[in-house]
DNA sequence: ATGACCGATGTAATCGTTTCCAAGCGCGGC
DNA sequence: GCCGCGCTTGGAAACGATTACATCGGTCAT
């Protein structure tokens, strides 16, 4: 492969000259500029990015480390970062977490072996050591969706309060009066959150959320289930059933269909994070959406500052409730 | 950030001995090694990968070019390579071409800039000038799912000419018998062989496959949509639609709310590759299942063996059909 | 005529590793 | 007592770029 020597050579140049027309620095003629562009184009010579990023100490490179590929939400998520990131001039490096601490952290350090300019993370679950020491070493860095307390990490996010709010009132005007949730680990704070709004829209409502309303997820399909199947081995069922992620929702999908229960007869459904399946499943879902785009490119926009220097705070979006006939109310009827 | 040489101050002993230890090559005394550990600890030092693989030429990274992140078919891939490839003691950088010719040669060049060691790819519809001049450049490259004609390259893929027969037998058996289909781009290897089965199965039953009843798609949830517009503005639509992928099959779906059509009765549908959601849609969908993650593993095991400078050759892998209900048949009569 | 200055280019150090080669040392065989 | 050998270790040259600094004509003001 051939090295910016062979331009110099080609060209009959230096091959300082050839990197100061690489990097269009000014004070080259015009003609010696032409003459090593030729060269270049007939060796379609393209610079190491390994050498000129030791010398320069920046890669142009983004960091992202997502809880979970096979999470739609994170999908398009990262799709947004990219996009932005490749409108900014950067690169990004998707890490998946599969939600899993351990795998979060490889993925952080190996991201940090290869010198990214910043970190984008929506943290899994947990004491993570690798973004501790990360954030208390500089590294530029922004929280996506979930955060970590206690560290002075810019937060992009979805406020969803008010659209879980929006939910409750809803479940409670179509007569629901017993309402579960469906968690994510105790400690992500988006899973906090959502139970948060949850209990004092209940309370609102004047409903309880006792204990074994809360099923115990993890924001994977298999956690969907298997709170469901604890739901309908309690002596009174939940009448209604919030799955504050997508995938637990299938999860809950899945566990009814082999109880054999039917939605919303049996039991309404609703769930955190609209996917466009919601619409055509049996029956459609109602969700609380999240503006996924504009999460991811707020996200690249603060890292980007951070990593050109500037400053950068959170942000706070918000979510809002789309409702669908897995609440229980025919949405045929009602317009 | 602590470098070697750090070490090797603190460790009293010299570069040299230093990267042995970390390479662990033999013939350091075990004492000294022992000294070497400690000072690597105590500095937590991390070995600068951009300065390792310049020096050695390798990165120990493999590039996966994938044609859509938001179709869940090419995450699972994605997600079934990284995990192999970990397993193997390699990286992966992900790029999404979006189904654009122009945005998958950007990330190749862009990965072949960080001089990743293999390539897989699953190409999109084209002429793709880089893959054309990376092949020829020897870099260890490898198809999967889709390929590129004429080149010397290993193809790791699915054979759905099978699958697709059974589909069309099964939906003659149900008394079906105007059968369309929507393909991919037209240059697109896999779309082509599911079309060439899809009309040798009609042959064999005796239906014809008239022009209109060939949407031309793009494998993107809008060409599904605009395919069944098309075909149900026709004097005699079909009675069954058979779309390539599942992204499609969603466009088909979403077209279908907004005619006021409903599966089966209006019309029986069918995906090629399976996703979770289709057991609840709406009704369930009859899909053709590629075996998702042995792709991704075979894929990886070919690379890495061209990486290593074994011989690699291609493999087919085949699909199957899964019934469902979304052509007619209730599944609760049948078993 | 001289020196300051300017624009265009070249020389060489540097980034953090790996690895080839040489060197120091102790030891056994002659 | 010397030579050669094996075992450890160190010195220094790469890898391919960027960039501070030097150089070299030439112009212009004095």
Redesign the interface.
């Known amino acids: 492969?051939a090295g910016i020597k062979d331009v110099a050579a080609r060209a009959g140049v230096s091959v300082a000259t050839v990197s100061r027309v690489l990097n269009d620095h000014s004070g080259v003629r015009e003609e010696t500029r032409a003459r090593v562009l030729r060269a270049v184009s007939e060796l379609?010579y393209?610079?190491?990015?390994?050498?000129r990023?030791?010398r320069t100490d920046q890669?142009r490179t983004l960091g992202l480390v997502i809880s979970d590929?096979?999470n739609?939400f994170f999908?398009?998520l990262?799709?947004a970062v990219?996009d932005e990131a490749r409108g900014r001039g950067y690169?990004v490096?998707?890490g998946?977490a599969d939600e899993q601490l351990a795998l979060q952290d490889h993925h952080v350090?190996?991201l940090?072996?290869?010198?990214i300019d910043g970190l984008l993370v929506s943290p899994a679950e947990g004491d993570s050591v690798a973004l501790r020491?990360a954030a208390l070493?500089g590294i530029p860095m922004v929280f996506v969706d979930r955060w970590i307390e206690g560290l002075d990490v810019p937060v992009v996010r979805t406020d969803g309060t008010r659209a879980v709010r929006d939910l409750v009132t809803h479940l409670h005007r179509l007569g629901h009066r017993r309402l579960a949730i469906i968690t994510g680990p105790v400690a992500s704070t988006t899973s906090n959150e959502r139970l948060a709004a949850f209990r004092a829209a209940l309370a609102e409502v004047g409903l309880p959320l006792p204990d074994h309303y809360i099923g115990q997820g993890d924001f994977q399909?298999a956690s969907g289930r298997r709170a469901t199947s604890e739901f309908f081995s309690l002596p009174e069922p939940p009448d209604a059933v919030f799955a504050t992620d997508n995938l637990m929702a299938?999860g809950v999908?899945?566990q009814l269909?082999t109880l054999g229960l039917r939605v919303p007869d049996d039991v309404s459904l609703a769930a955190f994070d609209d996917i466009?399946?919601f619409?055509?499943?049996?029956?459609?879902i109602t969700a609380i959406a999240q503006p996924t785009q504009e999460l991811g490119h707020r996200a690249v926009a603060a890292l980007t500052d951070l990593v050109e220097g500037r400053s950068a705070g959170s942000v706070t979006l918000s979510a809002h409730l789309i409702a669908r006939r897995s609440c229980g109310e025919d949405e045929r009827t009602r317009r």
Do not use: G
């Not at 393209?46 to 050498?51: C, D, H, M």
């Open positions: 492969m379609s393209r610079p190491n990015t390994l050498a990023s030791l890669t590929v096979l739609p999908t398009e990262a799709r990219e690169s490096i998707i998946n350090r190996t940090l072996d290869r010198r020491e070493a399909t299938l999908m899945e269909r466009p399946w619409l055509h499943t049996d029956p459609p």
